[in-house]
């Protein structure tokens, strides 16, 4: 039985008690930084030849390796909350910096160890993976062996690692303080607010049009004043990026997010080019909407507009409660896992002002738990992404059978499971409408998502591109990044928006993230991805929960290829595949049409 009342703040004591002062967390972080020193040590005395591994230190090694990164992950995955809760804690950006720095410490020793292995004969690494203990890591240890042969030495891999500590990764850094030192001010309701980042962005789907229009105009003056700092943190962490890759002899600035997701470039191409051509019933969607908020045509301020005054709102109890009701016809193990994520605090949810903008969800190893953040403002598409990120989190849990080693999934099947969960949601919403005007509405904020991930997506992906392939013969301008930015998102929108909103690429967080390059594409695959997996269950019911777990088991030691071919009998280098997800959300989006008429 749900309770009555869950709470919106989550409980990040359990972990270290004190917040960014911790007495627990500053043991913590001593007892792994001797860790790490002790891993660096036994790697640099470890022995390997081309001829001879020993298996069992070897194996040693991997067992110190795999405790290290937990630790330093745990300490990580604090820090993140504590930045994001709060961008005044100043306590949380210098314990970022500490572990940054230790992180970059291990991954040298990490990347050290990686290259030793790697140094083997074919004879001496055949017999190291047939190993009984090792043979369940075979797939990590051979990709570990091919990424090596891509690296330099491990001299000049350790000084990039430590170079990035305050360089490349506190550009990433720079961008957080600037964000955290910004505030919105607009009238809302009759009363005039301040605002953090993220509680505006919350307003660009407002029912008032004046107040979204009100809000566009802000943030874009918010991101203009500061577009000089905004541009020099993207140009410095792209050239600091273009450098490492031009040192290892690295031509395609794809080759490491491709790597980094274990896809292929065929299977790429196939998706854009699907989504390429079959962008104009979402066009249609758009000039419709457009015509039904009064507009001639659709603009960016009213992109994210209620088509109805009268849009549900649910309290965040409500929306756990719904999450739950239609998790539990899916499968019990995924609605068990939502339930005790809501009733142990693992939610910080509250609408509050110095919280971070965006939605996230990260993982502490040591507790077998997840944290989730968003700002819940009673939208149904709030409840959408509540269930986005609960899905990220069952993910994780899923995965608990695994070696640690055989955890790391890659950030487009990460996609898959947190879209599949709101697919979940969005469905029930609209098919559960209590009336023509809701289902409408309903039915508009699903096609809106099919338009985030196949237009807004897009454009992040073709401004990306052409950035870095500009930035490869020095800095790019700011002038021209706000042009390379409405350049893409009209090509990207298919002409299908009046005006463009050329700061988003200093309003979007993901281009400044220095962990995972591209942070763009791996939407749009685990959305399409998600389709497939989301028709079958719908077609199984719960009896499809164990052979959806089973394949996020197996996100982690296979490519993105062989996962599809082996759990859904689909080659995804083919448009076809693709084809057949965009007919869905074609149907949804002409649906709407007829509908709205």
Known sequence: MSRSTYPQRWDLEVFFEGGSESPALKRHLEEYKQKTEAFAKNVHNFTGSQQNLDHKQVKALIKEAKETMMGIRQAGAFASCLEAQDTKDAGANVLRGKITGMGAAFGSAFTAFQQK?????????????????????????????????????????ALIQSLGVDGYHAWGQMYNAIISSMSIRVQVDGEEKTLSVGQANNLTSHKDAAVREEVHQKLESAWKENESLFSETLNHLGGFRLTTYQKRGWDNVLKEPLDLNRMKQETLDAMWG?????????????????????????????????????SKELSYDDGARFILKHFEKFGPQMTEFAQKAFEEGWIEAEDRS???????????????????FMTYSGSMSNVATLAHELGHAFHTYALRPMDQLNRLYAMNVAETASTFAEMIVSDAAVKEASSDEEKLSLLEDKVSRSIAFFMNIHSRFLFETRFYEERKTGPVPTSRLNELMAEAQQEAYAGAVEDTNPHFWASKMHFHITGVPFYNFPYTFGYLFSLSIYARALEEGTDYEEKYMALLRDTAVMSTEDLAMKHLNEDITKEAFWEKGIALCVRDAKEFIKRSK
Do not use: Y
């Not at 292995?117 to 062996?145: H, M, Q, Y």
């Not at 079959?278 to 507009?305: I, Y």
């Open 117 to 157: 292995l790697s140094a083997a004969d074919e004879k001496a690494w055949s017999g190291l993976i047939e190993d009984e203990d090792l043979k369940p890591l075979t797939f990590v240890l051979n990709e570990w062996r091919e990424k090596s042969k891509d690296r330099l030495s491990e001299k000049e891999e």
């Open 274 to 310: 699907a989504i390429t051509k079959n962008k104009q019933p979402f066009v249609d969607f758009l000039q419709r909407k457009a015509e039904l908020l009064g507009l001639e045509k659709m603009t960016w301020a009213h992109l994210g507009a209620p088509i109805s005054s009268d």
């Open 354 to 372: 110095d919280k971070r903008p965006g939605g996230f969800c990260t993982s502490f190893p040591l507790k077998e738990q997840s944290r989730i």
